[in-house]
T-cell receptor, first 112, second 113 residues
């Protein structure tokens, strides 16, 4: 089945130690999104790619970076994780900007 | 500021009853509104999309209404089942960016046998 896959499901990192989360999709969608979701909060959009065009939200910290080497893969890099970055990170895809979004299962990040 | 409001308190209902969840938004009039279901520890799953010129949309036991005058959407689950227990999020493009979906915090629904 076509889907959005996030790896790993759980990631533990140390304060200040860079970490990379990955997302792959078999849907061949043009748009890929990264969201941060903290407990009982709404998913918060960090950035998105429309094909190779990168769009950063104004309030996304510089500590968060992203790469999309090809249509299928997208990575979220957190350069120096702080305790406040512990959250669920969700990847989503869409056929067009603003369209229905298909989410992966998420990566739960813990920062020690 | 523009925002989306969903009932923060959990909704507890008995199996077989109709669950009604509310989504209110401010300022902007979106072209469409979406509803998602999220289970604990999982990503949201799309349920329904309703456009501004549609008053109502149905899918099996689900029904969504969209009142652009009240700036409100109602999400109904009829003949609710324990398997419907989850958090339900509404989402819309608050800033008319054309690409972003702003999500509400969601309402937790618990259906008891």
């Amino acid at each position: 089945d076509a889907m959005v896959i996030q790896n790993p499901r759980y990631q533990v990192t140390q304060f200040g130690k860079p970490v990379t989360l990955s997302c792959s999709q078999t849907l061949n969608h043009n748009v890929m999104y990264w969201y941060q979701q903290k407990s009982s909060q709404a998913p918060k959009l960090l950035f998105h790619y429309y094909d190779k065009d990168f769009n950063n939200e104004a309030d996304t910290p510089d500590n968060f970076q992203s790469r999309r080497p090809n249509t299928s893969f997208c990575f979220l890099d957190i350069r120096s994780p702080g305790l406040g970055d512990a959250a669920m990170y969700l990847c989503a895809t869409s056929t067009r900007q603003g369209g229905i979004q298909y989410f992966g299962a998420g990566t739960r990040l813990s920062v020690l | 500021s523009q925002k989306i409001e969903q009932n923060s308190e959990a909704l507890n209902i008995q199996e077989g009853k109709t669950a009604t969840l509310t989504c209110n938004y401010t300022n902007y009039s979106p072209a469409y509104l979406q509803w998602y279901r999220q289970d604990p520890g999982r990503g949201p799953v799309f349920l329904l999309l309703i456009r501004e010129n549609e008053k109502e949309k149905r899918k099996e036991r689900l029904k969504v209404t969209f009142d652009t005058t009240l700036k409100q959407s109602l999400f109904h689950i009829t003949a609710s089942q324990p398997a419907d227990s989850a958090t339900y999020l509404c989402a819309l493009d608050l800033s008319n960016s054309g690409y972003a979906l702003n999500f509400g915090k969601g309402t937790s629904l618990l259906v008891t046998p």
